[in-house]
């Protein structure tokens, strides 16, 4: 995030830097709004955070017990390694699979074009009954595709697929697909094509030309894909807590069960505040690797 | 052209939307807060409409949220949620009427309640109005799971491994499966270190530990769970639905739920709401209610059909068979618990 | 070897043109179980059904279901739009300026993302009861949520649209005697219309699909689709569910490829 500018498309001496704070008018609707619709809120309920919570009742009396017992306790600090190693899983995943789908989507010219770019957007839109039931039907030990696996001589027994990370990290890459698909999308569309053509004149083969060219020039895109994807699968609720069972434990389960039904709304709030951080955290480094390739995130 | 057209659908669409804040302030109107999916047919069917009809109101129904939810949308809006009535369960309405969210329903304000047995009445707390009583009962699939189960240590056989779902602890269905283990063990409500012995071995032989009761439904619709501990209603609504399973009480006996109408302190019309909540109260609504859908009912003189009432709770010496939990404990202990339990469930 | 040339170009198109359709396929074949139990006669969910029917599509062409889903649509469309103004609006200011607290105001701007929409539902119902806003529940809270949830995903997809801009084309412009406005018209907008349609397409299925903000912002009367579909959840998940979920998700996919076809938003821009 901090940055140098983009200069593999901007070179300095042809645009000027104007000192005029032009910034202004851009920065502060969008800041003015989400101060007013999410940090106040925010803010208020994050001072839960620092209250004591004692016999089912929030006593009124300041404590860093509960950042203590989330950044202490073993169990809790599982829970955060587990939330980042799905999330980062997951992120992987998504952008791995997005890039195939997004370089075709920008390249082809068939006229069914239309239709398969709306098509990504199924994944998000699958719903309720899919993550209840569907995954199910798919995924668990005699559900279809361990059976097709079984028919094809692939597996002796059928994998647990079904209430474990496996299956959470399968339900995220498959709903957050959407998002890296499109993500990539606008950062290859953006990009010169003429560069490709450039370098296969000069010799360069199509896996070179991809690698020296094309992947550099979309890393802004590889990496949005990624840090969206990392940031809705360490949010995300309903997948984690019905393919994972609740033999699975991520953030976001932890303080959905902690705010509604245990109803220790301290405990909750300083875990949503630590979410936030490690969030922010990853945007930032991702800001960092990105700048040093001359992509700003 | 382009943009004017796009203006006026950006007015159609807002003016859509904020048509029905337009409509409100009709007559007396009551704004009823509980379930929705089959529940929410049943209750028009069997309340709202009748009290609707004998008296010049309409009602609102609003089926969002569980009773939790509920709950927390209460707790944030200081006890002003935008409902009369709201359908919950006792540890909320215990909690609620701790910090003064909700509204006390003596017997002034709702005459009824001096025919709901006193046991009952203590559970749920000042503010509560006991509609209906509940139990944990072990749903069995009936094609799998022959002869029927007498004990709840078929949970833990090793026979039926992988064929139970375990409800997890942010239900209290977990709480009460931690209470039964204690009792089969030596402990009791107040001492519940027998039963936390049972609970790794419990996991172990679990084909899922799931939160919500409605999630649970899918394993047994694909015949992949067998037994699982479920409240009698449910269990009754899916057996008439057509599933293959039935259920009872295990000869160890089991824990009774009690649920309650509240009155959030904020509501726009509480002498309504009160009327509303004897009229619930009444003889005649409580037999009604308890056969529509299949619960028991705490009122003192309901008669109600044998096929029925040998399978829910309707009489004093049913009623003595339940463990009444101590629910205020539950709500004071549940964080410690909830922690202790995953720390066994999460691997 | 003409032919043998032929096999060697042929081949890696071949395969690559497979492994977009096995993604494909990944992104498919869980919905096609969704839409196979959607025409089971049975009255819970079977796969695979032992007999086929509509009467699941019937049961949702009633106003119970028709009314929330405009409620959806409304809110999705509307938020929507307010979050791509805002979000590019800051992806402008954070790719195409220096200054100080930038990285603070990126953070920030993608901030709610971080969040998951529970606590943000609790935290905005508190806020409102405290500021004496409460009659502000049902669509206009809503709307102000929606829209606050969804600014990152427009910011991060303008930025990346951003980023790829070849800011010499702009600056041709500008010599050519093109005003500040007109540039951005013509030549910045185009470019980054792939980014502006991405994260307007993003904004509106994470508002039309949102349940954890939505749960605490209704106000009785006015439920969004996901809302209904939750409600309906008390008793399990019902075959007319399936249903639903195929039909708004067909609306959804008509609509966008309708959108796609007039605007041509992901139309390749330099020709090759």
New interface residues.
Partial sequence: MTGTHDALAMPAAVVPRRSVPGYLPLVLPPVAYLVIIFVIPLALLAVLSLLRHEAGLIVNQLTLENYAKLLGDTYYVRVIYRTLGTSLAVAFFVTFLSYPVAYFLTRTRTTWKPVLVALVLAPELSGVVLRTYGWLVILEPEGLLNTVLQRLGLLDAPLKLVHNYAAVTIGLTHVLLTFGVFTVMASLQAMDPTLELAAQNLGANRVQTFLRITLPLTLPGILGSFFLAFALAAGAYATPAILGGKTVEVMSTLIYTQLLYILNWPLASAAAVILLVIVLTTLMLLGRFGARRGAVL | MKRRAATVVVIIVLAGGLLPLARAGAVRELVVNAYGGEYEEIIKATILRPFEQTRNVRIVYDPTGSASADFAKIRATRGDPGWDVVVMTAPESLIGCQLALLERLSEDRVPNQKFIYHEVRNGAGPCGAVQELQYMSLMYNTRNVTPPPTSWRILWDAKYKGRIIVPDIGNILAVYLLFMAAYMNGGDQHNLEPGWAQIAALRDNALAVIESSADMVPYFERGQAWLLPYWDGRAHYYKNRGLPVDFLIPKEGTVGLVNTLNVPVGAKNKELAYEFINFWLSKEMQEKWAQAYTVGTARVDTVLPPEHSQRHVTSIRQLKTLKIPDFLYIGQKRSEWAERWKKIMVR | MPVQRMIKRAL?RAA??L??MA??A??????A??LV??VGAS?????PPRALSLRWYQAVLVKDWIEPA??SF??A??SA?IAT???S??A????????LG??A????????????????G??????F??VGA?WL????AL???H??ET???V??????????????L??AAMNLGARRWQTLRHVTLP??K??LF?GA??AF??S??N??LS??L??????TL?????????????PV??A??IL??AA???V???A??VGGF?K???G?
């Fill in positions: 890696p690559f043109t492994v977009v993604i494909y990944f992104m498919f074949l869980p919905i179980v969704v139990t959607s009255r819970y969910l079977e796969f405009r409620v409304n809110l469309l509307v739009a103004l805002l979000g609006a800051g402008f200011a954070i790719v195409r300026h220096r200054f930038r990285d105001i990126a953070a920030l701007l993608h901030s709610p993302l971080a969040i998951p929409s529970i606590v943000a609790v935290a905005i119902l508190q806020f009861t405290v409460k529940l049902g669509f206009p709307l102000l949520a829209a606050m600014i990152p995903f910011t991060r997809t303008v930025s990346v649209s951003l980023l790829g801009v070849d800011r010499t702009e600056q470019l980054i792939p980014g991405a397409a993003f299925v994470i039309f699909n349940v954890n749960l605490f209704v106000r009785p009367g006015v439920i996901p809302i209904r579909i939750m409600n309906f959840l008390e008793f399990g998940v019902a569910l399936a639903v979920n708004s998700l959804v996919l008509v966008v490829a309708v796609e076809r992901t390749f821009l330099y090759q």
